[in-house]
């Protein structure tokens, strides 16, 4: 006996049929219900049509990157909401009754509108073959871009009088080779006060966003000059940077409020010292240079954030639109920076045109001037650790059973390695010494290493490099024992240091100490600031994949497990090819596992490297294109890049 059935009853039968046989009872009901209806039975026959549509379908290619994003989406959700990877299977009840037939229609709703278009998933700009003239359908699977939530600086020359700087959000980036499918990014531009010259990089101060230091040749082309510049603000009424917004000055000494996607800088790692060596002279710039807004700050103060915050006055005595701290320089290492909170700004140089050999200067707001904390002209900057300087200065050693010759000025003197201290400036004598003033009083011809009786060449002068810390306060300088690097940088979570370990070879025509013998690694910070000596200390220490290095510079991301190294070209010191490394953090060895490896990519001098993003600007006339600035950004194992426009007329400068 034929059973009566409804229509939800039978709708749901005609769906199972597709795939399965039914029961002898249910068939011989289903078609007794649609002989009578003709509603279920347009139903049963539309199921029966898309069935052999999607049948008569080509195989459909998801896109490539689908398990990459959906496996880190799945991480993500899985690191906020660890339960949910244990939850109990959901009970689907009267769903599962559906069957294939309720799949088949949610995978024409998925996909239908695509194939109707003629396209395919993941490509939502294909075209059918019978559009509009000109336009072809576009051929294999689609990418899918990786949503990234960062930021990126950048400076924009165009002559002296043409500086901006602009600031923008990176939203997405795309695989290698699909940067076409990404929109070129769009920033807010503001304008930066001119300059006598055009620099060549900026620093942005990490806790000021208003002040920045710019770095220049002279006028006259015969040195370096740095100058303080006022940025002005962000508008706070636009909520991400756009090509369409318009800059926004902020008022005089108002400091520019950071943004919430920015992080804070973070905060000092502790470090371990050894016992700290005083030199015979503890120079004292607060006294040396007084601050004409107001008291300098205290030797006593601590070198913290919390204890001494920056000024909030603008930094320019004179009203100027910039102000010159250092003119007439050779900048040496390659490397000038803010302290992590600000209230430092550091760098190594000498006087330009001279052999004198390098000298370590600190500046701080509301200075007139940037002065000399050693006067041993062999001590290089490198960079900072927990609020105090780190650097490095080469230490004569000793060739065949005798001492190397040593050029007037050189640490012969000083085996200890540890820097001389410059002399304490007397206020009464110089309120306001000009930076002319000071590097005149240093630049002595002796420091050329002498002669040797017969006339001949001297023979040359090698040393081994020696790091140290000093107190920006005091000048109190410390030995690290177990660290012989030259121009060591370590990572911002304090776990790792990179330097260069060998010999140094005297460079007599330029009066500075290069890189002779020797090659770039990473070591444990902590194993070589316990380590008793250089060689314990080595022991720690893994080689990079890197040769022939002369000229380099190095950039740790905020976590430690990446590391940047853009070395020079040996005729072109401007140009450069940049590497990114991933540091495995069990062992310190550079490995060439995922996320975001670049090798060896054509660079200008100058990059920046923060948490999951690398940034850096491109040589102009590659792709017979104008200079342009690269971002290569990650989030997990996943990476992808994006671009600005091609810069035609002008210079692109990374703000680290």
């Given at each position: 006996m034929i059973q009566?059935?409804?229509?939800?009853?039978?709708?749901?039968?005609?769906?199972?049929?597709?795939?399965?046989?039914?029961p002898a009872d249910d068939a011989a009901a289903l078609e007794a219900h649609l002989a009578d209806c003709a509603m279920c039975s347009a139903t049963a026959a539309g199921y029966e049509a898309d069935r052999l549509a999607l049948r008569a379908l080509p195989p459909i290619e998801p896109p490539r990157d689908l398990w990459a994003r959906t496996s880190a989406a799945l991480e993500r959700e899985h690191a906020r909401n660890p339960a949910s990877g244990r939850r109990a299977p959901r009970r689907w009840g009267t769903l599962t009754m559906l069957g294939s037939g309720f799949a088949l229609v949610l995978v024409i709703a998925l996909v239908g509108p695509t194939l109707l278009n003629g396209g395919h998933p993941?490509?939502?700009?294909?075209?059918?073959?019978?559009?509009?003239?000109?336009?072809?359908?576009?051929?294999?699977p689609g990418i899918t871009?990786?949503?990234?939530?960062?930021?990126?600086?950048?400076?924009v020359t165009k002559g002296s009088t043409g500086l901006s700087i602009v600031t923008a959000n990176v939203n997405k980036v795309c695989p290698a080779g699909d940067e076409p499918d990404c929109a070129p990014l769009a920033g807010i531009s503001r304008g930066l006060a001119s300059l006598p010259t055009v620099p060549s990089s900026v620093v942005l101060s990490p806790a000021n966003g208003h002040q920045a230091i710019a770095i220049g040749p002279t006028l006259n082309q015969a040195g370096t000059s740095l100058y303080v510049l006022n940025v002005p603000a962000l508008p706070t009424s636009s909520p991400a940077p756009s090509a369409s917004a318009s800059p926004a000055a902020s008022p005089a000494g108002s400091p520019s409020p950071r943004s919430s996607r920015i992080p804070p800088p973070p905060s000092p790692s502790p470090s371990v010292k050894p016992t700290p060596v005083t030199p015979s002279v503890v120079p004292?710039?607060?006294?040396?240079?007084?601050?004409?807004?107001?008291p300098a700050p205290s030797a006593s103060a601590s070198a913290s954030a919390s204890a001494s915050p920056v000024p909030s006055v603008s930094p320019v005595p004179s009203g100027a639109a910039a102000l010159a701290i250092v003119s007439n320089v050779t900048l040496v290492g390659d490397e000038a920076a803010y302290s992590p909170d600000g209230?430092?700004?550091?760098?190594?140089?000498?006087?330009?045109?001279?052999?004198?050999?390098?000298?370590?200067?600190?500046?701080?707001?509301?200075?007139?001037?940037?002065?000399p904390i050693t006067s041993d002209h062999a001590s290089v900057f490198s960079g900072w650790v927990a609020g105090q300087i780190l650097a490095s200065r080469a230490v004569p050693i000793v060739i065949d059973g005798g001492a190397s010759p040593v050029p007037s000025g050189s640490p012969a003197a000083n085996p200890s390695g540890s820097p001389v201290a410059s002399p304490t400036p007397s206020p009464a004598a110089t309120p306001s010494p000009s930076p002319a003033a000071i590097l005149q009083s240093l630049a002595s011809p002796s420091a050329q290493p002498a002669a040797s009786p017969s006339g001949s060449p001297a023979p040359p002068v090698l040393a081994q490099p020696v790091a140290f810390l000093i107190d920006p306060l005091t000048g109190v300088a410390t030995r690290i024992n177990g660290l012989d690097g030259w121009r060591p940088v370590v990572d911002p979570s304090g776990r790792w240091v990179a330097y260069w370990a060998g010999t140094l070879i005297f460079d007599p025509v330029n009066g500075v100490w290069q890189p002779f013998q020797g090659g770039l690694q990473v070591a444990s910070w902590s194993a070589v600031l316990a380590a008793p000596d250089g060689a314990t200390g080595a022991a720690a220490a893994h080689a990079l994949p890197l040769s022939g290095v002369t000229d380099w510079d190095v950039r740790w991301d905020q976590t430690g497990e990446h590391l940047g190294i853009w070395v020079a070209d040996t005729d072109n010191p401007g140009l450069g090819r940049l590497s990114l490394l991933t540091i495995d953090q069990g062992s310190g060895v550079a490995s060439s596992a995922a996320p975001a490896l670049l090798q060896a990519t054509p660079s200008l001098r100058g990059f920046a490297l923060k948490d999951g993003q690398l940034v850096w600007a491109t040589p102009a006339g590659q792709d017979s294109l104008g200079s342009r600035l690269s971002v290569l950004a990650w989030t997990g194992v996943n990476a992808g890049k994006t671009t600005i426009q091609p810069i035609d007329n002008g210079t692109l400068i990374v703000v680290p």
């Open positions: 009566l059935m409804d229509h939800e009853r039978a709708c749901r039968l005609a769906a199972v049929r597709l795939d399965q046989p039914l993941g490509t939502p700009n294909a075209v059918p073959s019978s559009g509009v003239a000109g336009l072809t359908p576009t051929s294999g871009p990786l949503i990234v939530d960062s930021q990126v600086t950048w400076v004292s710039p607060s006294s040396a240079a007084p601050n004409p807004s107001g209230l430092w700004f550091a760098f190594s140089a000498q006087p330009a045109g001279t052999a004198t050999g390098p000298d370590i200067y600190i500046w701080q707001s509301g200075w007139p001037a940037a002065l």
